[in-house]
């Protein structure tokens, strides 16, 4: 039971605090490169003596990839007349004026919030997502809600959706904020919610290091503004040096995979989105393989000062066949981004993303469905070697694959000299329209195929990760 405890909690953390400034810049999933040595860069401020690499990841391996080259999304103006509200609507029927409801019977729906409210007054949630969760089939689907996503309000009109809580708590809404970012999920998109969840920074860090930090692979390396010292004063430009995790296996202990998963002064939310999904997986991996059972007590201990919630014990028991089974395999990961959204300009100047309900909906309907490969013994498993002299491109190759539902495991190669990705087909059927669809996954060619079949095979694809494989990817194209 304590173990079915722990993954659920792992759940909880989906929510991971994010709270920063910036500039805003609305393209997609940027990845910014730095230097080589991935480590600590002094500031153009910054006296050239002071120290750098203060705060260096644990680098398990590194090597240089492209940046990856994202579509751009719409531009085009839309007309900001405000939406007739009701003064007061309820997230258990269907609302007036507002989107048709989506029907959510066979899933259980989490919003899962972030945000940094270590002083006590009122805060905005910087970090959005709803986590859909089919406890039959064994499925969950995760879906990244930018910030900045310019929406109608109940009682309060048309406004960013991370001020939806804040305006609830201050101003008497029913249920708080929780009621009225729930109340506005639902009559903007028709997405009922089930539970909430929100954790804030410090309970954020401590569950990482109690849980003995987390490796996440990193496949495309990403830079940015870190505090040398996080216990440093933030107004201090002295303080600041640009940083670079990946690519590879990093580990990362609580303050390094919070600046990792909610930095974004060189990047956008729809990237900090996506590095928190990998955070997300990565914490979902550790509370499964790790031996946590003796840490369970002060885990729970740093969850339950830290985070706001309305998930009983029995909520959180109805959950435990399904958790026993889940693998990173079954987590598919949704983005409210690209052509979701259109980039506009307010009256009052302030940069915001409109929401394209049709399409929307369309991509709430389709991470509720039940994914068709989703049982375990349709579920295709994919053997991976590392022939490459980088140690951890095996991992970074089966993260890739996991976003695309694909189940793996590891083997050693023969050798670590491979020049070439190579993937076999060891299926007596020989489905080259399987094989083809691998292959998309890893963006590799149709000339990687090896035709190998063979009657006693355990696995029906091995895949020999070579020196020329791209570990860099856009996960929002891989989503099952």
Known sequence: MKKILLTVISIVFLSLASCSSGAVAYSPYIIVQAA????????PFQPSNQTSGVFSPQIKSQQNFPTLQPSQPSAAPLSNTPTPL???????VALSGGQPVLDTHEVTTFLLLGTDSRNGASFRTDTIMVAMVRPSDGQVSLISIPRDLWVDIPTVGQQRINTAFENGELNGYSGGGAGLLKDTILFNFGLKIDHLVMVDFDGF???????GGIDIPISCPYTDWRLTDPNSNPEDENNWALFTAGPGIVHMNGDLALWYARSRKLSNDFDRGRRQQEVIRAIFSQVLQGNLISRIPQLYKDLSSSFISDLSLPDLLKLSPFALHLSNADIRSYYIAGDLVTEWVTDDGAQVLLPNIDPIQQMLEKAMALDPGNTKAEKIQIEIQNGSAMDGLDALAAQRLNYAGYQTSFQ????????????YDLTTAQDHAKTSAILRVLGLPESARVSAPAENS?????LIVGADYTACFNPAELSH
């Open 458 to 462: 355990k696995v029906p694809y091995v």
């Open 205 to 211: 860090r401590k569950t990482v290091d109690t849980i």
């Open 412 to 423: 050693p190669a023969d050798q670590r000299g491979h020049p070439t990705t190579l993937l």
């Open 86 to 92: 009701p003064t007061e609507i309820s997230n258990t």
């Open 36 to 43: 080589e040595d991935s480590t600590a860069t002094p500031t």
